[in-house]
């Protein structure tokens, strides 16, 4: 089935540094979704992509849809502590008219102030 | 605007009983997800409604699951007999499609735990 190989599993990086993170797919897809999630609660939404080679910003946080329709990036300027929690990747498949996402393994970060 | 919300948050079931679960979605909406997670995974797909359309449900939905959005707002998720196995989060997710765009929301889960 389709899968998405989502990386680095973790991070723990000092307060103020850039991070980085990706999701890989051999699977084509319409939609690239970026969500954060803290213990205990639903996935929040951070960006999303809707087109490939899109480029899109949402204050520190940048995201590219892949050319290829199958990757895409997220890019956190200056961390901070709030920072902190899981962020997964999540794509809409191409194939078949489905709605549903398919979710990375998710990417746990831990800032250190 | 209220987002997604879940009802109960918390669930806490012996082996056998049933259990439902209720998810309102951000009003207007016209689709409604499911999904589950389990401990240190991503959320996994389980079955979508388009207004009272149950469109696709996914093989993780075994005979013992059931799911309704029975005037296409609220929706219920129903596990019958639980398992051990069943214990997850149960994410409920609704979304407005508008041409080839489509961007899920999130409610806030409900944590089952079956003993």
């Known amino acids: 089935g389709q899968q998405l190989n989502q990386s680095p599993q973790s991070m723990f990086i000092q307060e103020g540094e850039d991070v980085s993170m990706n999701c890989t797919s051999s699977?084509?897809?319409?939609?690239w979704l970026w969500y954060k999630q803290e213990p205990g609660e639903g996935p929040v939404l951070l960006i999303a992509?809707?087109?490939?080679?899109e480029l899109t910003s949402n204050g520190r946080l940048t995201a590219q849809f892949g050319i290829t329709r199958k990757d895409s990036f997220l890019n956190i300027s200056a961390s901070i502590p709030s920072d902190v929690g899981i962020y997964f990747c999540?794509?809409?498949?191409?194939?078949?008219?489905?709605?549903?996402?398919?979710f990375g393994q998710g990417t746990t970060l831990q800032v250190k102030p | 605007d209220t987002g997604v919300s879940q009802n109960p948050r918390h669930k806490i079931t012996k082996r056998g009983q049933n259990v439902t679960f209720r998810c309102d979605p951000i009003?207007?909406?016209?689709?409604l997800y499911w999904y589950r997670q389990t401990l240190g995974q991503g959320p996994e797909f389980l079955t979508y409604?388009?207004?009272?359309?149950?469109?696709?449900k996914s093989r993780l939905l075994s005979d013992r699951f059931s799911a309704e959005r029975p005037k296409g707002s609220f929706s219920t998720l129903e596990i019958q007999r639980t398992e051990q196995g069943d214990s997850a989060m149960y994410l409920c997710?609704?979304?407005?499609?508008?041409?080839?765009?489509?961007?899920?929301?999130f409610g806030p889960g409900t944590r089952l735990l079956v003993l």
């Open positions: 997710a609704s979304s407005l499609r508008s041409g080839s765009r489509e961007t899920q929301y």
């Open positions: 992509l809707y087109k490939a080679g």
């Open positions: 699977s084509i897809f319409n939609t």
């Open positions: 409604f388009q207004n009272e359309a149950q469109l696709e």
């Open positions: 009003s207007e909406h016209n689709r």
């Open positions: 999540a794509g809409q498949p191409g194939s078949g008219n489905t709605g549903k996402l398919i």
